[in-house]
């Protein structure tokens, strides 16, 4: 193995920036490591070969006239496939728009580009990002690099896999009810969800839009503070988008302390359910912010009971509404009846029928009887009343403390098939990290350790809106004392190394 994919991306930028290393040596170490190993992990649903070394090239012919280059220039990224890429395949890991080249690229891609960083490739997801596991992907679901046998996350177990296997030091995902945090934590990896409308979700396809949120993920959290300054900033494109001003993440990551904060445990997101080894990491974690100088304290949050429930109204009818662009016929399939008349409505129908997964129908149906006349007040309507007791929530256990603290899921990563066959098993994976996409907050999950089956942990940070910062003084702090007990990072201490298992 190409010794270059062990470094992370801050080591990494700081190699490119003195001329130790040039962007193209890095880049194709990547991409030989992605065809090293992906056959097993499936993170990739493609690679751009030509265009990543082809931006390595520019970004080192530009580094040779001695120009002044942003930080993560020549570093490596991968994206998740429901980010479009122009001239690129994007499907959002769905049959119906297999094959569909975007015209444009989505303003996070616009500025990756803008920043230098080679593009190499989308990552799988499940469909149109439903799922918690990777495993409803129309194109076969990736492998946790911890054990082939056992799902990466979801839905963005492509962008954590690839980070956790060194086939990207960087990746991209989107997080609508946790689908940053909830891989991170069962691939051993750092993942971060910002405040809602801190990145442009301009070229993002709409999942649930009240929901959404693109956010880094990365093996270090200065890593991810890097990216997250180079991609989070206003976007006029984005209606959502928030126009405050972008900075301090990467100091805080690498020099803030806790002394003096008050991190509160979140009692509803912590009880029955939680396997064994994940609370003794968790409380293990706890511990060193409290030698650190933190002031430990509980909080309770009443609402975050129907936290699940109103989630899975909210975002089925929102995306029940987003997806009916996909008809046929405009873009991506169509499908048209062999028999009988050819029809606007017979095409749809077909083309519905045959595009679609069985997850992504489950929630179009659910999403469609929660605004049909007659009920939406008394679902839609009434989640969203949910939703503002959240909001209250949040703010009452803010006032008492600095950050929320709490497991990032309640197990480790699950064996393939396990909860295929029982949907409500599938959402209970999102339990802790809901809350945040509700309310519209930043959180965070970074590796805590290994469970007694020797799969990694995940360790949920939660700051008020507008205050990402929090989340990376606290974290810096922790994966710190972490790594000073570890020996090293998780990965690299325990063993996977990204090896295929």
């Given at each position: 193995?190409?010794?270059?994919?062990?470094?992370?991306?801050?080591?990494?930028?700081?190699?490119?920036?003195?001329?130790?290393?040039?962007?193209?040596?890095?880049?194709?170490?990547?991409?030989?490591?992605?065809?090293?190993?992906?056959?097993?992990?499936?993170?990739?649903?493609?690679?751009?070969?030509?265009?990543?070394?082809?931006?390595?090239?520019?970004?080192?012919?530009?580094?040779?006239?001695?120009?002044?280059?942003?930080?993560?220039?020549?570093?490596?990224?991968?994206?998740?496939d429901n980010i479009v890429t122009?001239?690129?395949?994007?499907?959002?890991?769905?049959?119906?728009?297999?094959?569909?080249?975007?015209?444009?690229?989505?303003?996070?891609?616009?500025?990756?580009?803008?920043?230098?960083?080679?593009?190499?490739?989308?990552?799988?997801?499940?469909?149109?990002?439903?799922?918690?596991?990777?495993?409803?992907?129309?194109?076969?679901?990736?492998?946790?690099?911890?054990?082939?046998?056992?799902?990466?996350?979801?839905?963005?177990?492509?962008?954590?896999?690839?980070?956790?296997?060194?086939?990207?030091?960087?990746?991209?995902?989107?997080?609508?009810?946790?689908?940053?945090?909830?891989?991170?934590?069962?691939?051993?990896?750092?993942?971060?969800?910002?405040?809602?409308g801190g990145v442009s979700?301009?070229?993002?396809?709409?999942?649930?839009?009240?929901?959404?949120?693109?956010?880094?993920?990365?093996?270090?959290?200065?890593?991810?503070?890097?990216?997250?300054?180079?991609?989070?900033?206003?976007?006029?494109?984005?209606?959502?988008?928030?126009?405050?001003?972008?900075?301090?993440?990467?100091?805080?990551?690498?020099?803030?302390?806790?002394?003096?904060?008050?991190?509160?445990?979140?009692?509803?997101?912590?009880?029955?359910?939680?396997?064994?080894?994940?609370?003794?990491?968790?409380?293990?974690?706890?511990?060193?912010?409290?030698?650190?100088?933190?002031?430990?304290?509980?909080?309770?949050?009443?609402?975050?009971?129907?936290?699940?429930?109103?989630?899975?109204?909210?975002?089925?009818?929102?995306?029940?509404?987003?997806?009916?662009?996909?008809?046929?016929?405009?873009?991506?399939?169509?499908?048209?009846?062999?028999?009988?008349?050819?029809?606007?409505?017979?095409?749809?129908?077909?083309?519905?029928?045959?595009?679609?997964?069985?997850?992504?129908?489950?929630?179009?149906?659910?999403?469609?009887?929660?605004?049909?006349?007659?009920?939406?007040?008394?679902?839609?309507?009434?989640?969203?009343?949910?939703?503002?007791?959240?909001?209250?929530?949040?703010?009452?256990?803010?006032?008492?403390?600095?950050?929320?603290?709490?497991?990032?899921?309640?197990?480790?990563?699950?064996?393939?098939?396990?909860?295929?066959?029982?949907?409500?098993?599938?959402?209970?994976?999102?339990?802790?990290?809901?809350?945040?996409?509700?309310?519209?907050?930043?959180?965070?999950?970074?590796?805590?350790?290994?469970?007694?089956?020797?799969?990694?942990?995940?360790?949920?940070?939660?700051?008020?809106?507008?205050?990402?910062?929090?989340?990376?003084?606290?974290?810096?702090?922790?994966?710190?004392?972490?790594?000073?007990?570890?020996?090293?990072?998780?990965?690299?201490?325990?063993?996977?190394?990204?090896?295929?298992?």
């Amino acid at each position: 193995m190409n010794g270059l994919v062990h470094l992370d991306a801050a080591e990494l930028a700081r190699r490119l920036a003195s001329g130790e290393l040039s962007s193209v040596e890095v880049t194709r170490a990547h991409l030989e490591r992605i065809e090293e190993v992906d056959g097993v992990h499936h993170a990739f649903l493609r690679t751009d070969l030509q265009g990543a070394l082809s931006t390595a090239a520019a970004v080192d012919a530009a580094r040779s006239r001695g120009e002044v280059l942003p930080v993560l220039a020549g570093v490596p990224v991968a994206v998740k496939d429901n980010i479009v890429t122009r001239g690129l395949e994007t499907t959002a890991g769905s049959r119906i728009l297999e094959g569909w080249i975007p015209p444009y690229d989505a303003t996070l891609v616009t500025r990756l580009r803008s920043v230098g960083m080679p593009i190499l490739g989308k990552t799988n997801l499940d469909e149109f990002a439903m799922g918690s596991s990777t495993e409803h992907s129309a194109f076969g679901p990736t492998r946790n690099p911890w054990d082939p046998g056992r799902i990466p996350g979801g839905s963005g177990g492509g962008s954590a896999a690839a980070v956790a296997s060194l086939q990207a030091p960087l990746a991209v995902g989107s997080d609508t009810g946790g689908s940053i945090r909830q891989p991170g934590a069962v691939t051993g990896t750092v993942g971060v969800k910002p405040t809602y409308g801190g990145v442009s979700r301009y070229g993002l396809i709409a999942l649930a839009s009240s929901l959404d949120q693109i956010g880094p993920v990365a093996r270090r959290v200065e890593d991810a503070a890097l990216l997250h300054e180079a991609i989070a900033g206003h976007d006029p494109l984005d209606s959502t988008s928030l126009t405050d001003p972008i900075g301090g993440f990467v100091e805080a990551a690498r020099s803030g302390d806790v002394a003096g904060m008050r991190i509160a445990v979140v009692r509803e997101l912590g009880g029955e359910g939680y396997q064994e080894g994940v609370r003794a990491s968790f409380d293990h974690a706890l511990s060193l912010l409290a030698d650190a100088g933190a002031e430990i304290v509980e909080v309770s949050c009443p609402s975050f009971e129907f936290a699940l429930a109103a989630y899975y109204l909210i975002l089925p009818a929102e995306a029940s509404s987003n997806l009916a662009r996909f008809d046929g016929m405009r873009f991506g399939l169509r499908i048209e009846p062999s028999d009988g008349p050819i029809t606007a409505e017979r095409v749809m129908a077909a083309t519905r029928g045959a595009g679609f997964g069985d997850e992504v129908k489950r929630r179009i149906i659910l999403g469609t009887h929660a605004l049909s006349a007659g009920y939406f007040d008394a679902y839609y309507g009434s989640a969203q009343k949910v939703r503002t007791l959240i909001q209250r929530d949040f703010a009452a256990a803010f006032s008492e403390a600095d950050i929320l603290v709490s497991p990032t899921a309640p197990t480790t990563a699950f064996p393939f098939g396990e909860k295929m066959d029982d949907p409500l098993a599938m959402y209970l994976n999102d339990i802790a990290t809901i809350p945040a996409n509700l309310a519209g907050v930043p959180g965070m999950s970074l590796p805590s350790g290994v469970s007694d089956d020797g799969l990694p942990v995940g360790f949920q940070i939660l700051a008020p809106a507008r205050e990402d910062v929090r989340m990376y003084r606290a974290a810096g702090v922790l994966e710190r004392m972490l790594e000073q007990e570890w020996g090293g990072p998780l990965l690299e201490v325990h063993g996977v190394n990204g090896e295929v298992r």
